[in-house]
C-alpha cells in the first residue's frame, strides 16, 4: 500500500475517531446534565417527604385551628408538589435517542424500586395525616368547650360548698368533701366513665339529702364537661396509637432516603468513571494512530506537525473538561449531602457555606497549601452528615438533652466517618477526616476518641473552631444566638482547652475577615 493510501485510510480513521469522541462527548454531557438534573428532583423527593413527615408531627402539637388548618394547608401543597414532580420523572419521562447509549439515573431498578417504596411511604403519610388531622382537630374542639364550661363548673362547685359550710352538717361537708375528690380524678387523672358515674351518683346522693337548687345546675355541667374529658381521653388514645403508627413509617422513610441517596452517589460515580475510562481508550487510539501516521509520512505528508500538535491538544484540552465538569460533580454531590444534613436538624444551607468559607481562611493562614485549603472548604460542610442517622426527636428537641439523648447524639460524628471513609478521593476522605475529628477537643475532653493536641488533625481542628463560631452566633430549636463579645470571651478562655492555641490566635489576628465573611452569607430572615 503506497503512502498515499496510508495517509487517506489513515485519515479517515482518525476522522471517524474524532467524530466518536466528539459525539460520545456531547452523549456524556447531556446525560451528566439529566442525571444531575434527575439527581436533583429525586433529591427534591425526598427533601418533600421529610417535610411532610415534620408536618405530620407538627400537626399531633397544634393547639389551635388556625396553626392545625395551616398545616393541612402546607400539607397539601408538598403533597401535590410530591405527586406532580414524581409523575415527571417517572411516568411522562419517555426514552429519548440518548437514552439507547445511557440510561436515566432515575430508570435505574434499584433507584426505581426505591421510588416506588417512596411513593407507596408517602401515600400512607396523607391517609394518616388525614386522620391525624381529623383527631386533632376535634380534640382542639373538645379542648375549647372544656375550657369554657370548666369555669362553670368550678364557679358552681365553690358556691356550693360554701352554702354546704354554712349548714355544719357532717354528714353533708363529708359528701361534699368525696364529690370534690372524684370532681379532680375525672378531670385531671384517671378521666375515665367509671369514675364520671361514681361522681355523678355522689352529687345525686347529695340531692336526696340536702335541697339546694344550685345542685341541679351543677349536676348538668358535669355531665357535660365529664363526657368532653372522657372523649378527650378517647381521642388522646387513639392519637397515640396512630402516632406510633406514624413514627414506624417515618423512621422507614429516612432509612429509605439515605439508601436512595447512597445508591445515587454509587451509581452517579461509577457512571462517570465507566465513560471517563472509554473516552480515555477512544483519545489515546487517536493519539497513537496519530504518532503512526507522523513517523511514517514523516516529510512526504502534507499535514505538519504543528496540525497533529493542535488535535492533540484538541484531545487533552477534551479531558481537561471532562475532568473539571467530574470534579464539579463530587463537590456539588458533597455540598449537597453536607446541606441536607444541616436541614434534617432545621439549620440553613448558609451555615455550611460559611463553614466552608471559614475553614479555608484558617487552613491559609495556618500554612496549608491553597489547593489543600479549597479541599477543606470543599469537604467541610459533610462534617454533621452523620446527623441524617439520628432520630428528628432527638436532633430537633428544642432543650437540653439528657443522658442518653447525648450519647445518641455525640454519635454522628462515627456515623458520618463511616459513611465516608470507604472512598479512595482525596477530597471525601479529607470530609471523612472532618465528619470524625470536629467534635474533639485540644485537652483531650472531645469525641468519638478523646484525641489531644495535635493527634487531632488539623482539619479537625480547623472545622471545629469554624462549626462552633457560626454555631454560637447563630439560632437553633433549642437557644438564641449569642452576641459577639459573649462568643470572643469564650474563644479566649478556650484557648488550649477546646480550641487549638494556634488557631484562636489567628481567629483573633483576622477578625475582620471572618466577620466579614458573616456578613456576606448571612441567613435571610
Aim: proline fraction near 2%.
Amino acid at each position: 500500500m503506497n503512502i498515499k493510501k496510508i495517509v487517506t485510510l489513515t485519515f479517515v480513521v482518525i476522522v471517524l475517531l474524532i467524530l466518536a469522541i466528539f459525539f460520545l462527548n456531547g452523549v456524556l454531557l447531556t446525560k451528566l446534565e439529566e442525571n444531575n438534573q434527575s439527581r436533583k428532583e429525586i433529591s427534591k423527593l425526598v427533601l418533600m417527604q421529610e417535610n411532610m413527615n415534620i408536618l405530620v408531627k407538627d400537626a399531633t402539637t397544634t393547639t389551635n385551628k388556625k396553626e392545625l388548618y395551616d398545616t393541612k394547608k402546607e400539607f397539601h401543597k408538598y403533597e401535590k408538589m410530591f405527586e406532580e414532580l414524581k409523575n415527571k420523572l417517572i411516568i411522562k419521562d419517555k426514552d429519548d435517542f440518548l437514552d439507547f447509549f445511557i440510561k436515566d439515573i432515575h430508570k435505574n431498578s434499584k433507584i426505581l424500586n426505591h421510588l416506588a417504596l417512596l411513593s407507596k411511604s408517602e401515600k400512607e403519610i396523607e391517609k394518616n395525616f388525614d386522620n391525624i388531622y381529623n383527631l386533632q382537630l376535634e380534640q382542639i374542639e373538645l379542648k375549647n368547650l372544656f375550657s369554657e364550661n370548666y369555669p362553670k363548673e368550678n364557679i358552681l362547685r365553690t358556691n356550693l360548698e360554701q352554702d354546704i359550710l354554712k349548714t355544719k352538717n357532717i354528714r353533708l361537708i363529708k359528701s361534699f368533701s368525696d364529690i370534690k375528690y372524684y370532681s379532680k380524678e375525672v378531670l385531671f387523672q384517671y378521666k375515665e366513665k367509671e369514675y364520671l358515674d361514681t361522681w355523678i351518683e355522689k352529687i345525686e346522693s347529695l340531692s336526696n339529702s340536702y335541697e339546694n337548687r344550685k345542685i341541679k345546675d351543677y349536676l348538668e355541667i358535669v355531665k357535660i364537661i365529664g363526657d368532653y374529658v372522657i372523649r378527650l381521653n378517647i381521642l388522646e388514645l387513639n392519637e397515640k396509637s396512630l402516632q406510633k403508627t406514624i413514627y414506624e413509617i417515618v423512621n422507614r422513610n429516612k432509612e429509605l432516603n439515605l439508601k436512595i441517596e447512597e445508591e445515587i452517589e454509587s451509581i452517579t460515580s461509577e457512571f462517570i468513571a465507566n465513560n471517563f475510562t472509554f473516552m480515555i481508550i477512544l483519545l489515546l487510539i487517536t493519539i497513537l494512530i496519530i504518532i503512526f501516521l507522523s513517523i511514517k509520512v514523516n516529510k512526504n505528508v502534507a499535514l505538519s506537525f504543528n496540525e497533529v500538535e493542535n488535535k492533540v491538544q484538541e484531545g487533552l484540552s477534551t479531558i481537561k473538561n471532562l475532568n473539571k465538569e467530574i470534579e464539579e460533580t463530587q463537590r456539588e454531590v458533597v455540598f449537597t449531602m453536607g446541606a441536607i444534613g444541616e436541614t434534617r436538624s432545621k439549620e440553613t444551607g448558609n451555615h455550611v457555606k460559611r463553614v466552608a468559607e471559614y475553614s479555608k481562611l484558617l487552613a491559609l493562614y495556618v500554612g496549608l497549601p491553597k489547593d489543600e485549603a479549597e479541599m477543606l472548604k470543599q469537604a467541610s460542610p459533610m462534617h454533621d452528615i452523620g446527623k441524617v442517622a439520628i432520630p428528628d426527636a432527638i436532633l430537633n428537641k428544642p432543650g437540653r438533652f439528657d443522658e442518653k439523648e447525648r450519647k445518641v447524639m455525640d454519635t454522628h460524628a462515627k456515623l458520618g466517618f463511616e459513611m465516608l471513609k470507604h472512598s479512595n478521593r482525596p477530597l471525601l476522605k479529607c470530609a471523612a477526616t472532618v465528619a470524625y475529628e470536629h467534635h474533639e477537643k485540644w485537652d483531650g475532653t472531645g469525641y468519638p476518641r478523646k484525641l489531644k493536641g495535635e493527634d487531632i488533625h488539623i482539619y479537625g481542628r480547623i472545622t471545629a473552631l469554624a462549626d462552633v463560631f457560626d454555631a454560637l452566633g447563630s439560632d437553633r430549636c433549642y437557644k438564641k444566638a449569642w452576641d459577639d463579645e459573649r462568643i470572643f470571651n469564650l474563644f479566649k478562655e478556650e484557648r488550649g482547652k477546646h480550641f487549638d492555641p494556634k488557631l484562636i490566635d489567628i481567629f483573633f489576628e483576622h477578625l475582620d475577615e471572618f466577620l466579614k465573611i458573616r456578613e456576606t452569607f448571612k441567613d435571610n430572615l
